[in-house]
């Protein structure tokens, strides 16, 4: 069913209320959210001009970010996939739900069933219009744009990548559509990488550091070596290596140094 929205999709900052319904009871819903976006309120809705994936991405993070799940369920949209589907998500997430019945009680009891004893809700069959809108006013007083200001209206991608600025490009479907543990554990697991790592540079520095300090007291004991077979066999030495004049110890120790080198 194509049905032209009265109103755009709320794609500005700031805290949102999301709204779930069934397109078969718009003329019910649509003059109701029409009064919500005119008094200011931030209302996103599905507008499924995405690819099909990017929707569903895209709607996930609007389950899980909303401040307020509005769910405006009848009988007709309870046995509308597309509508229980958005309620299973908003289940998992544990989205703040506010049930606005279109049919009776029948129906709040089903929502009941699936969101608890706790769940907020209002029965259109039993209020007055003007009772509607006051609660839910008083409900989504949160998502509401106080001023009227140019708001800063975001692209698919460009929301990707403030929800999720750390994750590569190609990662970001996959990431908006796991679950929360999910995520958890990819954090996890590269937090523990990034530590690897970290600790392997440390490591090898260290090593780096041991070898050079290895090196140096090798150099240092020939060194020593070569100057204590000097201060005791340095006529002799000196005798051997220059029969017709005696040398000065720094010559003899590099003489030294290089018959060492040869040995060793």
Known sequence: MSII????????????????????D?????PILVELVNRRYRIR??????????VDALRKHNIKNCEVFLTFL??????????????EM?????????????DGKETVEQATRMFGEDTKSINLQESEEETVIEVLEQLL??????????????TYDELLDEVYPDQENANKEIFINNTDQENETIKK??????????????????KNGRSFLNALLVV????AIAFIIYLFFGDQLNEILHPDEVVNFIPAASDISVLLGMLF
């Open 90 to 102: 908003a289940q998992s997430f544990g989205s703040n739900v506010y049930v606005v019945s279109i």
């Open 74 to 87: 009848s009988q007709k949209a309870l046995q509308s996939l597309y509508v229980v589907n958005q309620l």
């Open 141 to 154: 007083n949160e998502c509401q744009e106080p001023e009227k200001i140019e708001e800063r209206v975001l």
């Open 189 to 206: 697991s590269a937090a523990s990488a990034a530590k690897a790592s970290k600790t392997a540079k440390t490591q090898r520095r260290q």
């Open 220 to 223: 240092g004991a020939m060194i």
């Open 45 to 54: 809705y599905d507008e499924c001009n995405q690819e099909e994936i990017k």
């Open 5 to 24: 929205k009265p109103f755009k999709s709320f794609k500005g900052d700031g805290k949102f209320a999301y709204t779930c319904y069934s397109l078969e």
């Open 26 to 30: 718009s003329e019910i819903v649509f």
